[in-house]
């Protein structure tokens, strides 16, 4: 069977703590999107390991599938196993020959992107991975993927098309000195096909390709489990987030089974985890409504906005880490953002869900959540949702607008709940279930019912054996 693991909000809801809880039982972990713009921890007998691409489950000693929605950087791919292998492991790692490569360009085309849209405040703040311009390509039937790799005339007759275009992109369009580049050879069509030919031939000598679909049903048809890994969240889904501040791919359930070549029908059979962080963090711009207090220079006109309720967003960032891992910027932070989490739960389809940082909101005199929105409708027409009813700040709606702009004019509704004291967690986790305090388990249980989703799980601290388990979905 397939368990899939995906984000409920903006990223960083804690997914490879999940993964790592449940992949024990799992024989096959695949990753279904994105490419190495995640970022994943993984601690395994006191050693921390920093994997952006290769499936955590590789350092289980699980095989590790890339499928054919992802990205492959193969720089990328083998600097990690390379990395890996030094440290004494034996990464199985297989990627699919539907995936398509990142090649240096994309990464060129996106930090020119994102520079030029800075230019009117328009910037994503993507990770800099070549990501958006290589499922561009992918769309535009201009890529290259990794079965290309493995033969070298298709190679060159794909590069020999491609690069052209490219170049004249940033030279033309962009006005760019390709030759003063960081990495000038980004562009050069023999300098790519060496380098890439080579890489080719190191992944058919460890015979590293597969035709995912086919490998994952096999795995499943000769009784293995698989666990389906997404990356990112719900909310920067580039179908179903806050467009145009999302990542190029399908973080959400649907992307399991494009991504992978196993049919919605399998993945719809197995368990589809949704991960939620206790509260809510976003990295970089975009809406909030939830928000407490504010990052200068992210958040949308804070300095305006004054010191509203700096001290509990401190709190949470300290008490909850959230500075970003590589670059140590202050994450924003507010209350769980309760519209937010039933788009994902329809999105997506939750069986189950996983809840994290449980432990970050104790000690609290109350904590709240935003229930609903108000969406201010202005002299304009109505969305016509079908759950909006009146109210005095315009209309009440219970998910997520489908615009970014609707979404600027929404302002939650609260509903608050007692606080619950701080306790040692380590010891609730191995109670199980009713030793979590009485306030936090009217918490789980108000979102276990909003969502009509039953709790499998409750993390309550950062180590492996601070999770409470209720369900094992395997
Ligand atoms: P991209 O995926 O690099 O194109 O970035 C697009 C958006 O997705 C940016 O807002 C990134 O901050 C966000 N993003 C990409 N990967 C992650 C992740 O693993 N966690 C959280 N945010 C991410
Ligand atoms: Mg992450």
């Not at 992107?113 to 769309?139: C, F, H, L, M, N």
């Not at 606080?419 to 030793?435: L, P």
């Amino acid at each position: 069977m397939t368990v899939t693991i995906v984000g409920a909000q903006l990223g960083d809801e804690g997914k490879g703590g999940v993964v790592d809880l449940y992949s024990d039982e799992a024989d096959v972990v695949a990753r279904y999107q994105g490419g190495d713009n995640a970022g994943h921890t993984v601690i395994e007998d006191g050693t921390e390991y920093k994997l952006s691409l290769v499936p955590s489950g590789a350092v289980r000693g699980k095989v590790g599938v890339l499928g054919n929605g992802c990205v492959v950087n193969p720089r990328t791919l083998f600097d990690e196993i390379d990395d890996l292998r030094e440290r004494g492991l034996d990464p199985d790692v297989r990627v699919a020959r539907r995936a398509h490569v990142i090649l240096p360009y994309h990464r060129v085309l996106d930090g020119i992107e994102e520079d030029v849209k800075s230019e009117s405040d328009q910037e994503v703040g993507t990770t800099g991975r070549g990501i958006g311009p290589t499922y561009e390509d992918k769309a535009g039937r201009r890529g290259v993927r990794v079965g290309d790799l493995l033969d070298p005339d298709v190679l060159r007759e794909r590069l020999e098309y491609v690069v052209p275009q490219k170049r004249a992109l940033a030279e033309d369009v962009y006005g760019l000195d390709v030759d003063s580049l960081d990495d000038p050879e980004a562009f050069d069509i023999d300098a790519l096909f060496e380098e890439y030919r080579e890489f080719g031939r190191r992944l058919a000598e460890n015979d590293m390709t597969v035709n995912a679909g086919e490998f994952l049903a096999n795995t499943i048809g000769d009784g293995g489990n698989v666990m389906l890994e997404g990356a990112q969240g719900t909310i920067i889904d580039i179908d179903h987030g806050n467009y145009p501040y999302v990542t190029s791919s399908n973080p959400t359930a649907g992307g399991a089974a494009t991504g992978t070549g196993l049919s919605p029908g399998v993945v719809g059979g197995g368990e589809v985890v949704g991960v939620v962080k206790a509260y809510l963090s976003r990295v970089g711009s975009g809406p909030m409504p939830t928000e407490l207090g504010g990052v200068a220079g992210d958040t949308p006109g804070y300095d305006e906005q004054g010191e509203n309720d700096e001290d509990l967003a401190t709190y949470i960032r300290e008490e909850g880490g959230e500075y970003g891992t590589v670059t140590g910027r202050p994450r924003r932070v507010g209350w769980l953002d309760v519209p937010m989490l039933r788009h994902a739960a329809r999105a997506s389809g939750f069986t189950g869900l996983a809840v994290n940082h449980l432990d970050v909101l104790a000690g609290m005199d109350e904590v709240k959540v935003g229930h609903s929105y108000d969406l201010d409708t202005g002299e304009q027409s109505s969305p016509g949702s079908q759950n909006a009813e009146r109210s005095e700040g315009g209309e009440e709606i219970f998910t997520m607008p489908s615009t970014t702009e609707e979404w600027t004019r929404c302002e939650p509704n609260f509903r608050t709940f007692d606080g619950w004291e701080d306790a040692d967690w380590a010891a609730v986790a191995a109670d199980g279930y009713d030793a979590i305090p009485n306030g936090a388990r009217e918490y789980l249980e108000y979102l276990s019912d909003e969502l009509d989703t039953p709790i499998y799980a409750v993390g309550v601290g950062a180590d492996r054996d601070e999770t409470v388990v209720v369900e094992r979905p395997y």
